[in-house]
């Protein structure tokens, strides 16, 4: 993925969630959902157009939302800045939305239906694999992330398993987990994340 999107751009201010409650961070959070489900601006405009536009909205919001069930919103702080130049793992990228969505529909009729073990490969802000976990697909979900990126995918996980019970958490603990993985050094950082050769059902 190359940096000079223009995604990056912050001339255009995001909705405010009405139903975010009063809490300065929750203002700022835009759900997928509801942008790509409300009205047209314009009763003309093609449905790419809106898309499109609904998108760049969310690439440009501080906070996303993706509403797993009426229980669970799952809340991605994006790190625009240096995804705008040090790396591209700052902000969610549409495919994230939309693979989660795919998966969603997909294997909606069983449980772990994606497998026993799903590895992300360059997670990002790590909406796709908590959306994996959160919507239990698969029993065991390992996001990986280069250094640069890792602490604010390390942020997003706390955020969002922060509310499980602590029996539920230790389990979380072997269920969810968020490892270094660099290119450069990648046998080095399988085996200290102990990822081993055929031991994923689903990358």
Same mark, same amino acid.
């Given at each position: 993925?190359?940096? !000079?999107?223009?995604?990056?751009?912050? !001339?255009?201010?995001?909705?405010?969630?009405? !139903?975010?409650?009063?809490?300065?961070?929750?203002?700022?959070?835009?759900?997928?959902? %509801?942008?790509?489900?409300?009205?047209? *601006?314009?009763?003309?405009?093609?449905?790419?157009?809106?898309?499109?536009?609904?998108?760049?909205?969310?690439?440009?919001?501080? /906070?996303?939302?993706?509403?797993? %069930?009426?229980?669970?919103?799952?809340? /991605?702080?994006? !790190?625009?800045? *240096?995804?705008?130049?040090?790396?591209?793992?700052? /902000?969610?990228?549409?495919?994230?939305?939309?693979?989660?969505?795919?998966?969603?529909?997909?294997?909606?009729?069983?449980?772990?239906?994606?497998?026993?073990?799903?590895?992300?490969?360059?997670?990002?802000?790590?909406?796709?694999?908590?959306?994996?976990?959160?919507?239990?697909?698969?029993?065991?979900?390992?996001?990986?992330?280069?250094?640069?990126?890792?602490?604010?995918?390390?942020?997003?996980?706390?955020?969002?398993?922060?509310?499980?019970?602590?029996?539920?958490?230790?389990?979380?603990?072997?269920?969810?987990?968020?490892?270094?993985?660099?290119?450069?050094?990648?046998?080095?950082?399988?085996?200290?994340?102990? /990822?081993?050769?055929?031991?994923?059902?689903?990358?």
């Amino acid at each position: 993925m190359t940096k !000079d999107k223009t995604r990056c751009r912050k !001339d255009r201010k995001p909705k405010e969630n009405k !139903d975010a409650g009063t809490n300065k961070d929750e203002k700022s959070l835009v759900c997928f959902q %509801d942008v790509m489900t409300s009205d047209h *601006d314009h009763a003309d405009e093609e449905d790419s157009e809106f898309a499109a536009h609904a998108l760049f909205e969310l690439a440009n919001a501080p /906070i996303v939302g993706y509403r797993i %069930d009426s229980n669970i919103m799952l809340r /991605i702080h994006q !790190d625009q800045q *240096d995804a705008c130049g040090q790396h591209t793992g700052g /902000i969610v990228w549409e495919t994230s939305f939309l693979l989660l969505n795919y998966l969603r529909q997909r294997y909606s009729k069983g449980k772990y239906a994606c497998g026993k073990t799903v590895l992300e490969v360059g997670a990002g802000c790590g909406l796709l694999g908590l959306g994996i976990y959160h919507s239990k697909l698969a029993k065991r979900v390992v996001l990986t992330e280069t250094d640069l990126v890792m602490p604010n995918l390390q942020r997003n996980v706390a955020i969002n398993t922060s509310s499980l019970t602590t029996t539920t958490t230790n389990a979380h603990n072997d269920r969810l987990r968020v490892c270094s993985l660099d290119w450069t050094r990648c046998q080095q950082d399988c085996d200290k994340a102990k /990822i081993k050769a055929h031991s994923m059902d689903m990358i």
